[in-house]
């Protein structure tokens, strides 16, 4: 069964790091994959993506803060965020590109892990 | 302010039809397919088409995904009440070299 799993969320203060973790099993993290983000009560929003051959993109919002790597022999995704403010706070979700789609498309979905950015 | 237009809520009783719109540009919709996703209250978004109007095994029929130029849509026929969700589309914008979403439509079942 294809699943991803996040964790590493909690309350951090502004200006603080976190690095979030997506722990997949059912295939391999070396394919396209996807983070996302969804304030509370608002929209998704697309944070990063990278490729199977490790190519990176970012949202503007998040360029020079964040950062998206994996770890191949762990299976699992990361998304290192630095320099946190309030408006990071969110659901942080990890997907994966369907096999059958396009990399920057999303079939399979973690159920989230919740960043809260307050003093 | 998204990328991605959408209505922010559309409506409808039971076993009605109803149209959800998505609109954008040559650089996101006009050159790249469109995906749609479902979010259910209170859990993950899950895929409901890609490449435009392919439906993922288990997606009902009742559902269907169409673009034309810079546009797309998503329409559901015999509306249940099981249907209320928020409705995303998404693309590839090539100008941006980004993932853009529409902000959404919050389906409400009368």
């Known amino acids: 069964e294809v699943q991803l799993v996040e964790s590493g969320g909690g309350l951090i203060q502004p200006g603080g790091s976190l690095r979030l973790s997506c722990t997949v099993s059912?295939?391999?993290?070396?394919?396209?994959m996807t983070w996302v983000r969804q304030a509370p009560g608002k929209g998704l929003e697309w944070v990063s993506l990278i490729y199977s051959d490790g190519t990176t993109y970012y949202a503007d919002s998040v360029k020079g803060r964040f950062t998206i790597s994996r770890d191949n022999s762990k299976n699992t995704l990361y998304l290192q965020i630095n320099s946190l403010r309030a408006e990071d706070t969110a659901v942080y979700y990890c997907?994966?590109?369907?096999?059958?789609?396009?990399?920057?498309?999303?079939?399979?979905w973690g159920q989230g892990t919740t960043v809260t950015v307050s003093s | 302010q998204s990328v991605l237009t959408q209505p922010p809520s559309a409506s409808g009783t039971p076993g009605q039809r109803v149209t959800i719109s998505c609109s954008g540009s040559s650089s996101n919709i006009g050159s790249n397919y469109v995906y749609w996703y479902q979010q259910l209250p209170g859990t993950a978004p899950k895929l409901l088409f890609y490449?435009?109007?392919q439906r993922p095994s288990g997606v009902p029929d009742r559902f269907s995904g169409s673009k034309s130029g810079t546009s797309a849509s998503l329409a559901i026929s015999g509306l249940r009440s099981d249907d209320e969700a928020d409705y995303y589309c998404?693309?590839?914008?090539?100008?941006?070299?980004?993932?853009?979403f529409g902000g959404g439509t919050k389906l409400t079942v009368l």
């Open positions: 059912g295939f391999t993290v070396g394919s396209h």
């Open positions: 998404a693309a590839w914008d090539d100008s941006l070299s980004a993932v853009v």
């Open positions: 490449r435009n109007n």
């Open positions: 997907a994966r590109a369907p096999p059958y789609g396009d990399y920057y498309g999303m079939d399979v």
